[in-house]
């Protein structure tokens, strides 16, 4: 009977998901004979919400013959309704995708439209775009979406418990493992990780498989029907993760990723693990602060110096009847002034080269963009790089780990099946 309701409501969210955007397909026309394109973006909460709102109305004002119809959801609701969506007879003209598997499936799939005409004929407004962050959306040669923003993680540290415990930011592991035994043993928290959903760790060991793992290997793992994991070099990574674990709150997966910063925040913990976009958070820090970079690893055979990290952005649909008239509108969105004016309302560093500057962020946000800008290629996270059903005993797996009940050796060899099950 439950599984007859679930179905029957199902059905119903589908219909409903339909029938919401159905007058605004790909070939719709609104009365006053403007062509509507339609924008599916995943910001309904301030002041996201505002800021592409302004976004919207100034173009509007600047190309009276187009209209911007929006279509939003949160998150994991974003998902679920792209599955319909996207899907459907009028699907959506402009889409918002992560980077990786997720961005890339798309492409497989036939459902984003190859941009590289549009790159290539407006050089004025492509080359703008910071390059590294342009690769996640491409594929064989062609480009298929356009980054709005980037994001990475360092680490960020309370530096008034820093400067009283005389301690300095680490450079190598060696150093860092010092450092942390410093603070525990002052009565301090050294690092305090929320994990109640699993990307949080997950952050963690992308991050040490980028220092373990030679490129070549993860290059190749973390392509589509790729994946093997039989490098030593991941067991080793989750080696280091258990490291950390005397250093770490008490059952880090028993809070979630927000409540750990706020702790952080509150002066709870000398270091935690935090998305550069999280910067627009400290300023409700109670005390200085400062970041550093995942320390080197000596000896390792990964690189020591790259950042972890991906861009998020658009693509048009391939059915939209409208291409040029959305590709206009996502030109606008990532030009320098949106850019800029996106880093101040919202705290999201724009992709536009220089749009993250002194009279649009903060000092520590610029830093941040010029360690990306350095950095080149960065490492995606695990959570979004990895088809899902690989993704899931990984996250699972490490979870288990920090609970104690499984090691580094069993968490990767329930990722090696899943691998293979996904090759198939």
Not at 275 to 301: C, N, Q, S
Not at 391 to 416: C, H, I, T, W
Request: hydrophobic content about 40%; aromatic content about 12%; charged content about 25%.
């Amino acid at each position: 009977m439950k599984r007859w309701i679930s179905v029957v409501v199902g059905i119903f969210l589908t219909m409903s998901l339909l029938a919401g955007c159905s007058s605004k397909g790909t070939n719709s026309k609104s009365e006053n004979g403007k062509t509507t394109i339609t924008f599916f973006y995943r910001w309904p909460n301030e002041p996201y919400k505002s800021y592409f709102k302004s976004v919207i109305a100034e173009f509007e004002k600047q190309h009276p013959n187009i209209k911007v119809e929006e279509i939003t959801a949160l998150n994991d609701d974003y998902k679920q309704k792209a599955n319909v969506l996207l899907g459907s007879k009028n699907p959506p003209d402009i889409f918002f995708t992560w980077a990786g598997e997720y961005g890339q499936k798309f492409i497989r799939d036939g459902v984003a439209l190859d941009l590289t005409q549009y790159y290539e004929e407006d050089k004025d407004w492509s080359s703008k775009l910071i390059k590294s962050q342009v690769k996640f959306f491409e594929k064989d040669g062609k480009v298929y979406g356009v980054p709005l923003f980037t994001d990475s993680k360092l680490f960020f540290y309370n530096k008034d418990i820093f400067e009283k415990l005389n301690l300095k930011a680490p450079t190598t592991w060696n150093e860092f493992m010092k450092v942390l035994d410093a603070i525990k043993k002052s009565g301090t928290t050294p690092i305090i990780l929320g994990n109640k959903s699993p990307w949080a760790a997950a952050h963690y060991v992308t991050a040490l498989n980028q220092r373990m793992v030679p490129k070549e290997v993860l290059d190749k793992d973390f392509s589509y029907q790729g994946a093997e994991f039989t490098d030593p070099g991941y067991v080793e990574a989750l080696k280091k993760l258990n490291e950390l674990k005397p250093y770490l709150n008490d059952n880090p997966n028993a809070i979630a990723h927000d409540e750990a910063r706020n702790l952080f925040l509150g002066g709870k913990a000398a270091i935690t693990f935090l998305e550069t976009l999280e910067i627009t958070y400290m300023k409700d820090a109670t005390f200085k602060w400062d970041t550093f970079k995942v320390p080197a690893i000596e000896g390792a055979r990964g690189d020591q110096e790259g950042l972890i990290g991906a861009p998020e952005g658009f693509m048009i649909h391939k059915k939209s009847a409208h291409p040029k008239e959305a590709m206009e509108f996502l030109k606008f969105m990532t030009s320098k002034a949106n850019g800029e004016k996106l880093i101040k309302d919202t705290g999201l560093a724009s992709t536009v080269d220089g749009a993250v500057n002194e009279n649009t962020a903060s000092e520590h946000e610029v830093k941040a963009m010029q360690l990306i800008k350095e950095s080149g290629d960065m490492f995606i996270w695990i959570d979004s790089a990895l088809d899902s059903r690989i993704f899931k005993p990984y996250g699972d797996g490490v979870q288990a780990m920090l609970r104690g009940s499984m090691n580094p050796e069993e968490v990767m060899k329930s990722v090696q099946e899943a691998a293979k099950q996904v090759k198939k």
